[in-house]
Antibody, heavy 121, light 110 residues
């Protein structure tokens, strides 16, 4: 079974750094893109960016470029989403997804269970 | 403001049919495949339709998708109370070089 399992919920203070993870299993991790989607409280889904673990090619949405960093460690089939300095507006549920297609532009299946990030002083 | 436009809400009675629209432009829906996702309350989204009109295994044929020009539509027949959820369309935007979602539509089965 193809699965994406994310790290647990985080509570952080503004200005702190954070790295959340997403472990893929049941498929060839280096042969598929993996991406991140944000959902702020009570709001819709936002595409953040994707990475191809095979060669670390990374693409960001213009809205998130420079705000977050996406990386992957193919030795442990894990992708990461990282912030250098969190803001209260980063409070959201973050989902990892597996985009289908050689360019990463296809549909998303599966989805991780989500990681809730709360940033509050 | 989302790149793709969906109605905020739709409603219908059990057993009836509903359609959810998703409007975009030539840089996204007009030249790329559309997918649809169902998000039940408190859960992660799930793939419903891919490549405009294909259903993954396990998705009942009550769910259908279509695309025409720069718009796409999700159809749900034989509505059940368990279909109450938020529905999102998505596609690639060639101008942004990024994926884009619709704002989501809340389905209420009255």
């Amino acid at each position: 079974e193809v699965q994406l399992v994310q790290s647990g919920a985080e509570v952080k203070k503004p200005g702190e750094s954070l790295k959340i993870s997403c472990k893929g299993s049941g498929y060839s991790f280096t042969s598929f893109w993996i991406g991140w989607v944000r959902q702020m409280p009570g709001k819709g889904l936002e595409w953040m960016g994707i990475i191809y673990p095979g060669d670390s090619d990374t693409r960001y949405s213009p809205s998130f470029q420079g705000q977050v960093s996406i990386s992957a460690d193919k030795s442990i089939n894990t992708a990461y989403l990282q912030w250098g300095s969190l803001k209260a507006s980063d409070t959201a549920m973050y989902y990892c997804v597996r985009p289908i297609g050689i360019t990463g532009s296809g549909w998303f299946d599966p989805w991780g269970q989500g990681t809730l990030v709360t940033v509050s002083s | 403001q989302s790149v793709l436009t969906q109605p905020p809400s739709v409603s219908a009675a059990p057993g009836q049919k509903v359609t959810i629209s998703c409007s975009g432009s030539s840089s996204n829906i007009g030249n790329n495949y559309v997918s649809w996702y169902q998000q039940l309350p408190g859960t992660a989204p799930k793939l419903l339709i891919y490549d405009n009109n294909k259903r993954p295994s396990g998705i009942p044929d009550r769910f259908s998708g279509s695309k025409s020009g720069t718009s796409a539509t999700l159809g749900i027949t034989g509505l059940q109370t368990g279909d109450e959820a938020d529905y999102y369309c998505a596609t690639w935007d060639s101008s942004l070089s990024a994926g884009v979602f619709g704002g989501g539509t809340k389905l209420t089965v009255l």
